[in-house]
């Protein structure tokens, strides 16, 4: 810049030095007279941009400017709200946008449901507005899973429909009320809708599984990530135990459900009155309703009834006093049909209770049974009108838990006698006959079932089945005199009784329950399992009743069985078969895991033949 456009400002050397500084227009270099006439180097400042400061505004300013944005705010809300209450509304009226693909859609053409299947599962729901916000997935858009299955209004109504119809009447711990329409319960408890549509969804086996997996995943989320604890997750929970059995070959994952099951009471307080707890004392007080004191009962009873017939599983809730108070409370009022059998059941499985934690090595089994039975009496004497009374000895979940009741009375007087093969049987002969007249009355029942009704029933049935199969089995395997093992034989008649059972489970593979085409062959493992054990029963017997012989006989049976064996994922067999421990696939723990992944599938069991 040449010195005629400088601007007044003094150069840097004479601004330090606090001397006048001018230039000389006639010169061409670039300094000051001062600076040439003292030989130092001139340097020009650059000029600075001033800033004003700001106006600094008023209150009255600042006020107007707040109030604009919450104007904004308010107008941003209120257009965003209709937008929810029209999408609702269309919603109720049609169904909303389908992510199923056209092999689900057909799926649900085939299999009776007469409607297309639009998904909803993966939608939010736009009514709740509470901090537990219940939905089916938290992103409609790009769900976390792409394998979740996709469940429509249409579907879900046909779903709800068919548990209202058909399996509510086996679960009295978690009532839907009959006007319960699947938009309502999708807006007040949607987790609980859910796991009902999977529960009813039991005619489609692939997309049951997906579904439940997808829920459980939910439920762990739900509970161990984000720490949530309501009364809503309990029934769920509850819903999903009462029938894993079609549809969950991992047995280890019911208990798990269960200890979950048994934490959440816990900690939403369902299992104390609310003033004894201090956390609910300073806060608001909840009222616990009837339907609290109902899914505290169910999870007493589910954990009670595996606790009492696989006792290394899981240990049953403890009955408490103010448990007991619940149950009158739920007596008194009545307010479904259904709690009266609540009130039975869990009765009558508290004298199962009493049995196992007590025993009856100080009163014969004899008096034992009969106390049991004239306490049965006693509480269905109790339990209503003489027409109600009819109605719960007609009910077949009660009759076979009252008599899985009386069987656990026989069974206890045996127990030394299966722990300890030196006792004298002749001695107990009554207690097995008692204990043989208890399992037989419990397969009879069990038989005279509709196949069609075990993708209905909970799986409470099949758990007091399982266990008298236990005993069975117990019974058949006993050590004892020819004479006597060919008497039980006789009575019971083990390998019969075996295949008749294993018909049983395939015929329910092959049967459509109310007019519903099924493609569910979960009972069918069930049959191959149990027919399964019947070659291992036959072994055994064919082998106690000839001298000992090496590990292959004449026929090579003994080669094969082993080897089938291995090929079905059983424990590796002992070297001879004269070891007992070849004959352990029929203890308790085998039975344990009866409804586990099992799958026979590749094993062809005519080698047996």
Not at 115 to 133: C, E, V
Not at 361 to 382: M, Q, T, W
Request: charged share 20%.
């Amino acid at each position: 810049m040449e010195p005629t456009n400088h601007t007044t400002r003094s150069c840097v050397t004479c601004a330090k030095a606090k001397a006048k500084c001018v230039w000389d227009q006639e010169r061409t270099e670039r300094t000051c007279q001062r600076c040439t006439r003292l030989g130092k180097e001139c340097l020009r400042k650059e000029a600075v941009a001033r800033r004003r400061k700001p106006e600094k505004s008023t209150r009255a300013a600042q006020l107007q400017k707040l109030e604009n944005k919450l104007d904004h705010l308010v107008n941003a809300l209120s257009s965003s709200t209709s937008q929810l209450q029209a999408a609702s509304t269309s919603a109720s009226s049609t169904p909303l946008l389908s992510t199923a693909t056209p092999q689900t859609a057909a799926s649900t053409r085939s299999n009776g449901l007469g409607h297309p299947s639009p998904a909803i599962s993966q939608l939010d729901n736009p009514a709740n507005t509470t901090h537990r916000d219940y939905s089916f997935n938290r992103e409609p858009d790009t769900p976390k899973h792409p394998e979740a299955v996709a469940i429509s209004l249409v579907e879900a109504e046909v779903l709800l429909d068919r548990y209202k119809k058909l399996m509510a009447c086996y679960m009295p711990f978690v009532v839907i009320p009959r006007h319960a329409t699947p938009q309502s319960l999708y807006e007040s408890n949607p987790l609980l809708l859910r796991a009902i549509v999977c529960v009813a969804l039991f005619h489609d086996l692939p997309r049951q599984r997906v579904c439940v997996k997808d829920l459980i995943r939910e439920i762990g989320e739900r509970i161990l990530v984000k720490g949530e604890r309501s009364v809503d997750l309990l029934q769920c929970v509850m819903v999903t135990v009462a029938w894993y059995h079609p549809h969950v070959f991992w047995f280890n994952q019911l208990t798990m459900l269960l200890h979950l099951a048994v934490a959440l009471t816990v900690d939403t307080c369902v299992d104390r009155a609310p003033q004894k707890n201090e956390v609910i004392r300073k806060s608001s007080e909840r009222v616990q309703t009837l339907a609290d004191h109902r899914v505290l009962m169910g999870v007493f009873y589910y954990t009670s009834i595996m606790a009492t017939n696989f006792g290394n599983r899981t240990s049953a809730l403890h009955f408490t006093p103010y448990m007991d108070e619940c149950l009158s409370v739920i007596d008194a009022a009545r307010e479904y049909a259904s709690d009266l059998h609540l009130v039975q059941t869990v009765r009558v499985q508290r004298l199962a209770c009493t049995i196992v934690s007590n025993g009856t090595s100080h009163v014969p089994a004899k008096v034992y049974a009969s106390a049991i039975r004239a306490d049965i009496e006693r509480l269905r004497e109790i339990g209503g009108s003489p027409q109600q009374q009819t109605k719960l000895r007609a009910d077949v979940p009660l009759q076979l838990q009252c008599l899985a009741v009386e069987l656990h009375a026989w069974e206890a007087s045996l127990a030394n006698l299966f722990d300890n093969h030196t006792k004298i049987l002749t001695h107990h002969l009554e207690d097995v006959y008692g204990c043989t007249n208890a399992i037989q009355s419990i397969f009879d029942l069990f038989l005279a079932i509709p196949t069609g009704d075990f993708f209905f029933v909970t799986f409470s049935i099949f758990d007091h089945f399982v266990y008298a199969l236990i005993c069975f089995t117990k019974l058949s395997l006993m050590e004892a005199e020819p004479w006597i093992r060919t008497a039980l034989n006789d009575k019971m008649r083990f390998s019969e009784t075996f295949e008749a059972f294993a018909a049983k489970f395939e015929a329910a593979d092959a049967s459509q329950p109310d007019d519903i085409k099924v493609e569910n062959d979960c009972f069918g493992a069930w049959g191959k399992k149990l027919r399964f054990a019947r070659q291992v029963w036959e072994a055994k017997m064919a082998h106690s009743t000839r001298a000992a012989s090496p590990v292959r006989d004449a026929d090579g049976h003994g080669d094969r069985l082993s080897n089938t064996l291995n090929e079905m994922g059983q424990p590796t067999p002992a070297e001879s078969m004269d070891d007992a421990e070849f004959f352990n696939y029929l203890n308790g723990s085998f039975w344990d895991n009866f409804a586990g992944d099992f799958d026979l599938g590749a094993v062809g069991l005519d080698t047996f033949g």
